[in-house]
RNA sequence: GCCGGGGUAGCUCAUCGGUAGAGCGCAGCCCUGAAAAGGCUGGCGUAGGCGGUCCGACUCCGCCCCUCGGCA
């Protein structure tokens, strides 16, 4: 059964896993642009504490890196269309798309084809539920959207709200509109195979080499621009050198903190990886290689 | 050497007579318009050691060991 669908090469792993390195390095080779999978990594002014690559680092060409104000509002849906557009995009140029990226609900967001509500979030009127206690709103949800209620938390508040938000503003329950869409790519998902001690020693390496105290200037600058509460702000590395800076924390607890929180980080995005069956992980370029070879040959 | 504080879950500590709890960590899981976000679940540990008092001791008493602070 030959898949007729364009190609589009995933390319997966925790942070400080190379992933960047790696990807430039495969579209170099295969003639193609890199569009960024990373939630964090599409907004300017977090380039150190991303370490998102430059708009055409190595080389090639990388959408969707800094390409957001911080104060944007910017969800799943928002992302799709944007990644799906570029993907699209590259392909008519006749090169080969790669989404790269340690945001696994980005990521599925593409390669399932996620059909998402398409009801807006409405701040005003969210702020509006939030006054509320989650047991209320979450008997109200049991009579609205049954379905939905039995996979939500009654303490997950955010997703109840976000579930009475459907039904209010389309009148659709949100259990019935969430669905997986025919694909629309014909995708390769390739891994990063790293041991957890070996990431350890990447994000120590990184933290002490990449970042010091650009960061903590980095972070100056964007407290002066922008509020902490955004959901931007909230990347690794913000939050802990802010504590630093109003003197919660000496630098080297900042930073020892800073170590902690991405470990863990890398920990979970590992485990997420784990559950996809489909990822081919590799060890290096040339493994990749192969197997993108493979891909494209196979079939087309 | 003397005086005092302390030795309880990986860590920080709570319980102070009826065989132990919390936070963090760690592990696992759920999450479709905030995902580097949000939510859930999981604790038998010889309560430093040995004796004693008591129906019963982590809890009181004695000795020993360790640790921290002060005095020599």
Redesign the pocket.
Known sequence: MKNKLPKLIVMLGP?ASGKTELAIKLAKKFNGEIVNA????IYCDMKV????PGKNEGGVRHHLVGSLAPYS???????KKLAVDKINDILKRGKQPFLVG?????IS?IT?N????????NKVW?KSQEKFESETLYKKLQKLDPKAAE???P?????II?ALEVINFSGKK?SEQ???GAPIFNVLKIGIKRDLSEVEKRVRGRIKTKMGDALIRETRRLLKKYSLKL?AM????YPEMTRYIKGELSKKEAFELLA?N????A???T??FR?DKKIKWVKGATDAAEKIKKFIKNSG
């Open positions: 942070t990373d939630s964090r990594a504490g991303t370490d998102r509002e910017f969800s799943l849906a928002e992302y340690g945001t696994w609900l980005y967001a399932n996620l059909e998402i509500p398409s009801v807006k979030p969210r996979r939500i938390h303490n997950d508040k955010r997703r976000r949100i969430q669905k997986k959901p909230s990347g690794l590395g902690k991405t470990r863990r980080f920990r979970y995005q485990n997420t559950q």
